[in-house]
């Protein structure tokens, strides 16, 4: 890539980062409480759901973690319309910066790496789609991160999209459950707290249970190494 695109995609880049805080002062600016958020989002009408698509998108792009529009969006649009638009939204953001990575410092970053390094990125290549549909259910590295970070490697685009929609949707699910079952009890509704807990107790299990496997693993490994 010649150095005046490089440039530009930078250029975007910090576009992108500078509209997701206007976007932020203006979607959460005197907002005190819940309906006062949703009055703020659905003033946009009929383009309420594109706007908050696109606010998502860019948001992902700037580093946003994503948690945190996939409980504003269940709150503002529902649990089962609001996981389709958290997901759009998130996959977008995904593939955006993922073409970011790709096309302005993929080449500069192989050009670079020291073996170890390489040695990683080839290893991830090889996993392909499976590797990123691992990332996607078990977030052992950050979402914005990990976006990036894959579009160094030489995973086809389609792979890495098609995987991150299905293996991304069952945290975006919970995430947006979480922030609807929130509203509905500031309202008076508890009856979907419960459902919440368990969407908050499969996260918890999604993020510790490999932790948990790798020293039941090396425990394992331990005993059955023969003595020195």
Known sequence: MTRQRRWLLLALTALAVAATVLAMVWLFWGVTDVPSLQARVTSLGHWAPAGFILLYAISTVAGLPGGILDVVGGAVFGPIYGSLINLVGGTLGAAGAFLV????????????????????????????????????????????????????????????????????????????????????????????????????????????????????????????????
Do not use: C
């Open 101 to 228: 990575a790709r096309h302005g410092a993929a080449d500069w970053v192989r050009r670079r790496a020291g073996p170890r390094v390489q040695k990683v990125m080839t290893s991830v290549e090889e996993d392909g789609w499976r590797f990123v549909a691992f990332v996607r259910l078990v977030p052992v590295i950050p979402y914005t991160i990990l976006n990036y970070m894959l579009g160094l490697t030489r995973i086809p685009f389609w792979h890495y999209v098609t995987a991150t929609v299905v293996f991304m949707a069952p945290s975006t699910v919970a995430y947006t459950y979480i922030g609807y079952a929130g509203t509905q009890a500031l309202a008076g509704d508890t009856d979907n707290i419960r459902y919440a807990l368990l969407m908050l107790a499969v996260i918890a299990l999604v993020i510790f249970a490999p932790h948990f496997y790798k020293r039941w693993r090396n425990a394992k490994a331990e005993q059955e190494s023969p003595p020195v």
